[in-house]
């Protein structure tokens, strides 16, 4: 029985052994490999902040279609009488030079007609004047005529050319009113806008009709001032507009304000601020596009250092 109990305990003792003498291989073998592995180089601060670096996003704004510069005039009264002719509508074609509108202006008409008399009366009066002074003058020559008469000849000359200088300046004056009366266009362009109709009493600057040139067009973007440092003239951009899905035209940034203004458009998207301010960026359309006057659409301009 002891021989037995002796015999276990041998056994005991050598797979001890043998457990710790494979512990201790797999931990040689492990540590032979971490050693012979390769080390992995470990990046500068400059490299590692120029691998973490990401290009600039692309600038998104909100804008709307616009004409340019002195492609768009609202035509308004200048003189205050009812509205006899207004013979255009909305989408017509019209010229530099056509008549749009007529303003009657009967008081002004009737004062010109008076003003145009009074001018005949004076001009009567001269010619009088003149051939009577020189009456009186061959008279003085003989001492058939006094002093006197040769100074009221000269007095009277002298006022009838008065009255004449006062008509013709009220003729031209009464003139220049009755052609404010008759509204014409100033530009080639499409009626876009019309505010009165025939008959309708038109007040001193009474909006009548817009004229708009469609064929000068481009995009002003809302560009939020914190964004200014990532847009440059020639930047390429895209525009998008509700109403067109999936479609999308080329545009290039074609003019950078000076100064930073108040939004004028509400942004649609209610995470955009609207108390900042803005750059009204002027973008150019670079493909064809059946976009509005006044319409609102998208922007995404692409940083300064894309590719183009």
């Keep these: 029985m002891k021989r037995n109990n002796t015999h276990r305990h041998r056994l005991l003792i050598g797979a001890v052994i043998a457990g710790g003498l494979g512990i201790v291989s797999i931990v040689h073998t492990l540590g032979t490999a971490h050693a012979s592995a390769p080390l992995l180089p470990v990046a500068s601060g400059e490299e590692f902040s120029s691998s973490m670096s990401t290009q600039p996003d692309r600038v998104i704004a909100e804008g709307h279609v616009v004409t340019y510069p002195g492609a768009q005039v609202t035509l308004s009264s200048e003189t205050a009488g009812r509205i006899l002719t207004l013979d255009v509508q909305e989408g017509q074609k019209v ?170 458009l509400r942004p649609q998207d209610p995470g955009r601020p609207t108390d900042t301010g803005v750059l009204l960026v002027k973008l150019v359309l670079l493909d064809s596009a059946p976009l509005k006057l006044g319409q609102r659409v998208e922007v995404r301009i692409d940083p300064p250092s894309a590719a183009h």
């Design 95 to 264: 010229h530099q030079g056509d008549l749009i509108a007529q303003i009657s202006c009967d008081d002004t008409q009737a004062a010109l007609d008076e003003a145009v008399a009074q001018k005949a009366e004076a001009e009567a009066d001269i010619r009088y004047f003149e051939t009577r002074t020189k009456i009186v003058n061959q008279m003085a020559n003989v001492q058939a005529a006094s002093a006197l008469e040769m100074l009221d000849c000269r007095h009277g000359l002298e006022d009838s050319q008065a009255h004449r200088q006062r008509a013709v300046a009220t003729i031209d004056r009464l003139q220049a009113e009755l052609a404010k009366a008759k509204i014409v266009s100033p530009i080639d362009g499409t009626i876009t806008a019309r505010s009165a109709d025939p008959g309708q009493v038109a007040e001193l600057e009474t909006p009548i009709v817009s004229v708009a040139d469609l064929d000068r067009t481009r995009i002003e973007a809302e560009v939020n001032e914190f964004d200014v440092g990532q847009v440059q003239v020639g930047s390429m951009a895209t525009v998008t507009a509700e109403g067109y899905p999936g479609r999308q035209w080329r545009a290039k940034v074609q003019e950078i304000p000076d100064q930073v203004v108040s939004r004028h």
